[in-house]
């Protein structure tokens, strides 16, 4: 067993001399922080969350997100420890300064609004393409009464739905509010299906040992591990080490070893199997991939 290198003493006031605690917001079961005085206290703990939300500006592009920014279950669990996080009450929220339920009845009071002018610009388009589909076909004094008689019954029966009512996207703070469906289907069960407490309690050691040497962490999902393992702020570095925690007791087959191993290499990443020890400390083994014999 070897350690990960430039071992760092944990700092350990990082977090007791912060005083800005930071507002999480929950969707269904998932932290989001969506105040930039949050992120910035954030970021200054060390800690980087994921970036979910689109730009106003350039709301169709993927390289580049914004607000709101998901947080680890390791990194709520830390702030939370240090009582660095505090949940924000559903009904008192605040963006921008301003009430969340004033703003959900001023979007309401907007669609009203809005429907009400679609309404009258949908019954002047009907009217005109009548009026110019009776005129051009028939002349004379009864197609005029016939044309009179059917404006009269559209201007009476005439009825514009709202699902036909065109609406304008939010693309600065968009939400699953007004759209159960999909609410439904991205449901988040947190932390994640199928990890029992015992994989949590070894994933957040890691994390909270690794973050206390000063290594930064995100999510390294699409690289076959637990935690990517930066050695500073990852706007300024590469990840160093994919992080996989495993149970010490627990077997891994050979061929999956030798599969982490040679996509760490791949990606000229080093691999770090975690295991929490029976003392509580975390014990590391580095991989690296040296070709077949």
Known sequence: MEEP??????????YKDSSHVVGVSLCDSAPLLWRVEDLRALRSQGLVGALLGSLPRTPRQNGRLGRPLLLLPEEERLLTEHQAAAALPAGNQHIGGVELGLLVKQHQEDQRRSHEEQSILALKDRKSALLHAMTSSHTGSEAEEALQRRLEVLDHNFT????????????????????????????????????????????????????????YLTSAGKFGGDFLVYPGDPLRFHAHFVAVCLSLEESVCLLDVLAVARLGSNVKKTVLLCSLGTDGQVLYTSLQWSGMV
């Open 5 to 14: 290198p430039n071992r760092k003493e944990p700092p350990d006031c990082e």
């Open 160 to 215: 514009f739905p709202r699902s036909a009512l065109v609406v304008q996207l939010s693309t600065a703070r968009a939400g699953l509010t007004y759209c159960p469906e999909a609410r439904a289907f991205l449901q988040a069960d947190w932390p994640i299906r199928g990890q029992d407490s015992l994989r949590r309690d070894a994933r957040y050691q890691v994390f909270r040992d690794l973050r206390g040497q000063g290594f």
